[in-house]
């Protein structure tokens, strides 16, 4: 017993260590890798006020910017009111047929980040908006992420900028189907796997979404070509890709509401296992 | 410790977390580490404070960190592994007769350029820490390191500034 106390004693700033470290990455488990937590809790509800604030004081800076940003917008909005036929369905705007699936609403980006291997964007909806997980977001430009944790008031959604984010993207001339993936480097460097050699890509493309997950509708843009690489030993292209957003400059986005999400999704799950 | 120098700690502690959340935690730059202060308010314990006391210490300011940038236990980890290394720290570098045990400020107690030294050693174990427990693999380990040496050069001079602006200022003989 003696032994056991002067060994407590000797070693009693190592057992301490390993004790407050066993908590800090239980921490690190339970809210930032994995999107287990449960957003509603106090830490959130805190650091959600600051970053409103921080946010608010930062946006007048950027008023400008986003004015000009929004005007441009807009007027691709009213170019398509005038001219539905000369822009049928490979536009940036959802197309009639989609909104009758899917519903939009608009929220505020109140913290973003593109530092992190996973990065969050937060936003100021949440439950009581109607906000849920496996939402899309998207801006009148391009994909941005998916809602992953919500709270009453704010959400989270993991942003397309994230090594843990995997997007279904088609090539909008070819259609040829691939995986949009981040590999935590550069976040304007993206790259899209699984698409053959068959098919011909070029710098410059675009690769538009897939739309088989019902996260996002079809024909959103997604990503540009910057690079396509060749390599003989496999049979798929290198893509090297940059986002048609800018996500480092997030100023308001469009939730995206699948309204046969929910049947979709049990449909799904009452497949029989076959595989796995 | 007479009562004014509780005041300036307190108001420095306050200072220092305020500019990490609103000014330093927003400044990005593309692979580099971010810059972060508040590391100095556990330097400036006494030289002479309970080991296990100044783990505890080191915990609870990365939990209020966490706890303000809702970045789950990152901050907690690493200032509670730069709160443990710290005596061996101070043990290694100290001079040969020891420290004077009767100054309060560890700036005073050093010398400016001692301590500047414990700045750099401190910061760049946090941010060892902060970034590896962050990526948790060793997949583009290169990156990983670039940002924490970035983030290691950034910290520890925006420290070293803002000691030299606040810190040193009663100490101009020991420079």
């Known amino acids: ?43 959130k509800a805190v650091s959600g006020k600051i970053y409103t604030v921080r946010t608010d004081i930062s946006e007048y800076f950027g008023l400008k910017l986003e004015n000009e940003r929004l005007a441009e917008e807009n007027a691709h909005y009213l170019s398509q009111i005038s001219y539905p036929l000369i822009y049928p369905l490979d536009s940036t705007l959802p197309s009639q047929s989609d909104s009758i699936v899917f519903d939009y609403s608009v929220a505020k980006v109140i ?43 704010y959400a989270l959604a993991m942003s397309v900028v994230s090594t843990k984010s995997r997007i279904s993207v088609k090539h909008k001339n070819s259609g040829a189907f691939g995986n949009l993936t981040w590999d935590g ?5 993206l790259s899209i796997d699984n698409v053959s050699k068959t098919n011909t890509v070029a710098v410059g493309d675009t690769f538009v979404t897939a739309g088989y997950s019902n996260f996002f ?52 799950n009452s497949l029989p296992i076959i595989t796995q | 410790m007479t009562f004014t120098s509780y005041i300036q700690i307190v108001v420095l502690f306050i200072f220092l977390v305020l500019s990490q959340v609103f000014l330093f935690d927003l400044i990005h730059i593309t ?51 730069m709160a443990f290394s710290r005596g061996f720290v101070l043990d290694a570098i100290s ?19 001692k301590f500047l030294l414990l700045v750099l050693i401190m910061v760049f174990i946090h941010q060892l820490l902060y970034y590896s427990i ?21 910290s520890s001079a925006t420290i070293a500034l803002l000691t030299l602006l606040f810190l040193a200022r009663d100490d101009k003989r020991k420079i």
């Open chain 1, 185 to 189: 480097t550069n976040p304007w460097r």
């Open chain 1, 111 to 153: 913290d973003n980040n593109i530092t992190q291997s996973v990065n969050y964007i937060m936003i100021n909806k949440g439950i009581n908006d109607g906000i849920e997980k496996g939402q899309g977001l998207i801006t009148g430009l391009g994909v941005v992420g998916i809602i992953t944790n919500t709270s009453p008031d």
């Open chain 1, 217 to 268: 509708p079809p024909n959103i843009p997604a990503a540009i070509v910057s690079e396509v690489k060749q390599d003989p030993s496999t049979s798929f292209l290198y893509i090297d890709v940059k986002l048609s957003i800018e996500i480092d400059k997030l100023d308001y986005v469009y939730i995206v509401k699948s309204k046969d999400k929910p049947q979709i999704d049990s449909l799904r």
């Open chain 2, 95 to 113: 001079p040969s007769s020891g420290y004077d045990k009767n100054l309060i400020s560890p700036v005073q107690e050093m010398g400016i350029g």
């Open chain 2, 31 to 81: 692979g580099f580490g971010k810059i972060v202060v508040y590391p100095l308010i556990l330097l400036l314990l006494p030289i002479y404070t309970p080991r296990f006391l100044g783990m505890i210490v080191g915990f609870a300011i990365g939990y209020l960190i966490d706890f303000l940038l809702g970045t789950g236990g990152l901050h907690t980890a690493a200032m509670t592994f």
């Open chain 1, 1 to 43: 017993m003696r032994n056991l106390f002067y060994l407590i004693e000797r070693f009693h700033l190592l057992i301490l260590l390993l004790i407050l470290e066993g908590f800090a990455l239980m921490f690190v488990r339970k809210t930032n890798l994995y999107q287990d937590s449960v957003l509603g809790n106090a830490s």
């Open chain 2, 134 to 154: 962050e990526r948790f693999s060793f997949h583009n380990f290169i990156f990983t390191i670039r940002r924490i040496a970035t983030g290691t050069i950034l």
